[in-house]
C-alpha cells in the first residue's frame, strides 16, 4: 500500500515539473532576448495606448477621461472617439465594450416617479459606431437590443459591444467614433431625470 | 517511507504553484487592458412650481363686470436642471348677441374684441394663441428663479353687455413647458374660474 503512494508521489512529482517546465517555457516562448550576450532582456509585451474624444457637434474634439452626459434632453447627440495605437510588440486584436448598466434618478432633487416606474434610458439611448479600421458598424441601434435581455432586469454585469474585434499590427492606430442620441421619439416626459451609469468603458487587446 | 511521501507532496505542490505563478505572468503579458470607469448619461428634468389662482368662484357665485377675478398674483419657479421655454393659453366664455343670444370659448389676444382684460407680464409675447415668456423663441436659462405671469384679469364692464346677465362663464388660464430645442409642449398646470347664477 505504502509502495503504491510512494509510486503515485513520484509520478505527481514528476508531472508538475513537467508542468512547470511547459509554464516556464510558454513564458519565455513570447520573451524577446535582444543580446543574449547582454544582460538586457526585453520581453514581448501587448500594450495599446487609448485615448478618448469628446464632442458636441462632431467637429471639434476635446480630451476626455469619461462618458458623461449630463441633463441632457431628448435629441441631445454626444459624440466620441477612442484613438487606439498598437505600441507594443506584437500584432493585437482589441475589442471594446461598455460595461455594466445601473438606473438610477439623475438628481435627488427632482422627481424620482420615472424611476420608480422602472423606466430606464437603456430603452430611449440609441448608439452609433464606426471606425476607420473595419467594416464592423453600428447603426442608430437602440442600447438595450445591444445588451442579452435579463429576466431579473439586472444589467449590472451586462456587456454591450461597439467593436468586436480591430486587428492592429504593432504601431498601427485606429480610430472608432461613437455616439449617443436621446431618441426624441421614444424619450417623453416619462423618461425625466433618469440615470443611466455605465461601469466602464473597457478596451481589452490580445495578442493574435 | 511517510516522510519521503509527504516530501513527495510537499514539492508536487511548489511545483504546481509556482507553474500557476508562471501562467499568471505569461497570461498578463498577453492582455492588455484599458479601462474607462464611472460613466453616466443623464436626462433632466422640468421643475416648475406655479402659485397664486383665482377667486372662488363655483355655481352659486355672482359675478359683476369689472370685478377681480385673480385671487393673488400668478407667478412660476423655475428650478429646472436644463433649459426650457414657458407659454400661457387664456380662454374664456364670451356671450353675445346675433339675432340670438349666443356663447362661446374664445382665445384671449388683447384684441378690441375681448371682452376681459388680463393684467399680463411684460415678458409675455403673443405669438398665435399663446403668450410666449420672451418671445416663441426665447428659452429661459436653467434655474431662472421666479417668473410674474398674470397680475390681474376681470370682464371689461365697458364692452360686456346685458347679454351676460345670468349667464355662466369659464375662464381657463393654461402653462405649458417645454425644454428648450426639440420636442412639444405640455400642460404644466390649468387655472379654471366659473360661476353660475343661482336660481
Known sequence: MSKKRMTLSIIVLISSVF?????????????DFINVGNPTIDLINIEATVTLYVSTDDVIYNEATEISISNSIPGTVMYYRLVIENTGDIDIHTEIDLYGFTDSVADPLGSDANYLAGNSLFDVIRVSQSNNWNSEVINNVVLSTL????????????????VEDLSLAVGN?????FSFTIDGDLAGNDYQNLMLEITSLAIHSVGQ | ?????????????????????????????????????DNEISVGDLRYTPSGGFITGG???VYLPGEELIDSTITIDNASPIDSQLRVKIEYTKWTFDVTLQSETVV????????????????????????YYGGDSNVLSPDSGLMTLITSLYYD???????????????????????????????????????????
Open chain 2, 157 to 199: 364692464g365697458s364692452v360686456t353687455t346685458f347679454d351676460y346677465a345670468g349667464q355662466e362663464v369659464t375662464v381657463t388660464i393654461t402653462i405649458e413647458v417645454k425644454q428648450g430645442g426639440d420636442l412639444t409642449w405640455s400642460d404644466l398646470i390649468g387655472y379654471d374660474f366659473s360661476t353660475g347664477y343661482p336660481e
Open chain 2, 1 to 37: 517511507m511517510k516522510k519521503r511521501i509527504i516530501l513527495l507532496s510537499v514539492s508536487s505542490i511548489v511545483f504546481i504553484l509556482a507553474s500557476i505563478v508562471m501562467l499568471g505572468f505569461t497570461y498578463g503579458w498577453w492582455v492588455s487592458l484599458v479601462n474607462y470607469p
Open chain 2, 59 to 61: 355655481a352659486s357665485y
Open chain 1, 147 to 162: 445588451i442579452p435581455f435579463q429576466p431579473s432586469g439586472d444589467y449590472s454585469q451586462s456587456s454591450a459591444t461597439l
Open chain 1, 19 to 31: 508542468l512547470f517546465v511547459l509554464t516556464s517555457f510558454a513564458w519565455f516562448a513570447i520573451s
Open chain 2, 108 to 131: 384671449y389676444t388683447a384684441s378690441a374684441s375681448d371682452h376681459i382684460y388680463v393684467g399680463l407680464d411684460a415678458n409675455l409675447q403673443l405669438v398665435g394663441d399663446y403668450y
Open chain 1, 173 to 177: 492606430t485606429a480610430t472608432v467614433s
